[in-house]
């Protein structure tokens, strides 16, 4: 079975925090977290703000000219290692907003992979035949839960949500097409039980382990890309596109060492989104859609916490 994204639409606050918010919290300038990070500025969730309420947002941007009507919808995932509620989810609350009495509705969670694997979930639910269309939300609000007087990672989070629409159909006639998915759990190797944490009731994020997450991110998200590209015949050097997780520029700029392509062929947005998480690739994708061209095969790469890694790959 074929499966097409038929909207993709991405929400991030208007809040905008600079390097130099951060001098006299962390001590660190806006040249020295730069020169690291590739960060200039990061999208921050106003006191208003939540995981539910950026999630229905994205959703509410879509569905001003949807594919379909949303009430046709029958399943909904969301992918968040952030929640605002573990329990009335985005899903649900996106259910509950535009009144979709059919659809399956749950929240998964992998960390920086959680969107890649929430796709991959989609995917399985088509080919069992228990989906027809999908609605995937990836919503983080990092800062709501970061220390940022943190030198180590108070400076690297930013806030935002993604929406995608799924199905068999090739609604506009350029649809872009999912050849592949592919995700893998890594929590046997590195530093992963310690790396990246978030405890709620226990420092909430941080990353004390950067150096075995940059290495390991660098490595996998690569792997991934491979598995994908693979299994449609080509190579990762086939790609005309690649938008990567976007935690750190220094990652990027590694990959694309590793691979040959060059940095122009990455679509970003770290300089002045920060790290937003498991949508950040999505959000990166749906903010540099107009670079893209009919034709074009683009790879999504991920790496996570704990650890994970995953990759998708799109024919448009």
């Not at 029958?74 to 989810?89: G, M």
């Not at 990836?138 to 949500?161: I, K, R």
């Not at 068999?168 to 872009?176: E, F, K, L, Y």
């Not at 790609?239 to 062929?265: C, V």
């Amino acid at each position: 079975m074929e499966l097409y994204i038929n909207k993709l639409s991405h929400y991030l606050p208007g809040n905008v925090i600079p390097n130099s918010y951060f001098k006299e919290l962390n001590g660190l300038d806006d040249e020295w977290i730069y020169s690291r990070t590739g960060i200039k500025n990061r999208s921050k969730a106003g006191e208003d703000e939540n995981t539910n309420t950026m999630g229905i947002k994205a959703v509410d941007i879509a569905a001003q000219k949807p594919p379909y009507p949303i009430e046709e919808i029958d399943l909904i995932v969301t992918a968040t290692y952030s929640p605002y509620d573990t329990v009335a989810t985005p899903s649900h609350m996106v259910q509950r907003r535009y009144h979709i009495e059919n659809a399956r509705c749950f929240t998964i969670s992998s960390a920086c992979s959680s969107f890649i694997n929430a796709m991959e979930i989609v995917q399985g639910y088509f080919a069992m035949g228990k989906a027809t269309k999908a609605l995937v939300i990836g919503s983080e609000h990092n800062t709501g839960y970061a220390n940022e007087a943190d030198p180590q990672s108070g400076h690297l989070w930013g806030d935002g949500a993604i929406a995608v629409f799924v199905s068999a159909q090739n609604c506009s006639g350029h649809d872009p097409r999912i050849v592949d998915i592919y995700t893998h759990g890594l929590g046997h190797i590195g530093k992963a039980a310690e790396a990246v944490y978030l405890r709620p009731r226990h420092g909430g994020i941080g990353m004390p382990e950067g150096r075995d997450v940059f290495v390991n991110a660098c490595h996998y998200m690569v792997d991934a890309l491979e598995h994908v590209t693979h299994s449609y015949g080509k190579t990762v050097q086939d790609l005309t596109w690649i938008s990567s997780h976007q935690a750190n520029q220094r990652i990027i700029k590694t990959i694309s060492k590793q691979t040959g392509i060059p940095e122009d062929r990455f679509l970003m947005n770290i300089e002045q989104r920060g790290n937003t998480g498991s949508p950040s690739c999505a959000i990166s994708l749906s903010e540099n859609i107009d670079k893209i061209k009919e034709g074009d095969l683009v790879g999504l790469t991920v790496f996570g916490g704990g650890y994970s890694c995953g990759a998708m790959l799109l024919q448009f």
